[in-house]
Nanobody, 126 residues
Framework: QVQLVESGGDSVQAGGSLTLSCVGTASLYRTNFMAWFRQGPGKEREGVAALLLGARTTYYSDSVKGRFTVAQDGAKKTVYLQMNGLKPEDTAMYYC???????????????????WGQGTQVTVSS
């Protein structure tokens, strides 16, 4: 059973930076994708960044491309989301997810992931 624990959420001013971490408490070797999703108040959960483990290929939504960076550590058990140039519209609960995807085009589809963390709150004030 894969368990994921996020940390790093905080309240920041617009233009600031945060780094979120997602630690797998069990082996992630049975999954090939890890992703970050977010859900703002009254909004659908949306994929913002994903990582094809091993290959280290990354994927980003248009709304965060150029500002956010997803990366993993060498041991494959921790994935980070570096967020720069934060905007008020980035305010959301951020979730880490892991799963086995056979179609990389599905990386932003929440239904493609089997394992989820509890979320960490990011609040950006103007």
């Amino acid at each position: 059973q894969v368990q994921l624990v996020e940390s790093g959420g905080d309240s920041v001013q617009a233009g600031g930076s945060l780094t979120l971490s997602c630690v797998g408490t069990a082996s992630l070797y049975r999954t090939n994708f890890m992703a970050w999703f977010r859900q703002g108040p009254g909004k659908e959960r949306e994929g913002v960044a994903a990582l094809l483990l091993g290959a280290r290929t990354t994927y980003y939504s248009d709304s965060v491309k150029g500002r956010f960076t997803v990366a993993q550590d060498g041991a494959k058990k921790t994935v980070y989301l570096q967020m720069n140039g934060l905007k008020p519209e980035d305010t959301a609960m951020y979730y880490c997810a892991a799963g086995t995807l056979y179609d990389t085009a599905m990386w932003a589809n929440k239904h493609a992931y089997s394992y989820w963390g509890q979320g960490t709150q990011v609040t950006v004030s103007s």
